[in-house]
C-alpha cells in the first residue's frame, strides 16, 4: 500500500518526529538511572553524551528519509544504539522511513 504525503503535511510530520523523539530520549533516560548498571556502561555513555536531536528535514522519495542533527555534550562519534532504538520506533508510527543524521553538533 502506498501512502501520498502532501508537502503541506510535512511540517505536521516534523512536529509529530520531534515529539516522538524528544519523549523516547527521556524515556530512555529514566530507564536507564533506574536499572542500568555497569554492564551497560557503554550504552550509558551514549545516550548521555546526547544532549539533543533535532528534526531539519523531510524528504518523500521511495522512503520518508528524516535527517536530524545531533547535539552532544563529548567528542563521541558513534550513536549506533541511540539510532537503531529511534528508527524502530519512528518505523512503528511511519512505515518505510529511515532517520539518518545530517549533521553532529559538539
Avoid: C
Amino acid at each position: 500500500m502506498k501512502i501520498l504525503i502532501s508537502e503541506n503535511k510535512i511540517e505536521q510530520l516534523k512536529v509529530f518526529v520531534q515529539e516522538t523523539i524528544d519523549s523516547e530520549l527521556e524515556n530512555v533516560r529514566n530507564e536507564a538511572e533506574e536499572e542500568w548498571g555497569l554492564g551497560e556502561m557503554d550504552e550509558l555513555d551514549e545516550l548521555y553524551s546526547v544532549d539533543r536531536i533535532v528534526v531539519v528535514d523531510i524528504k518523500k522519495t521511495e522512503h520518508i528519509n528524516i535527517y536530524v542533527n545531533v547535539y552532544i555534550s563529548t567528542d563521541r562519534e558513534e550513536f549506533d544504539n541511540i539510532f537503531a532504538m529511534i528508527n524502530y520506533l519512528i518505523s512503528q508510527w511511519i512505515p518505510n522511513s529511515e532517520v539518518h543524521i545530517e549533521k553532529v553538533y559538539i
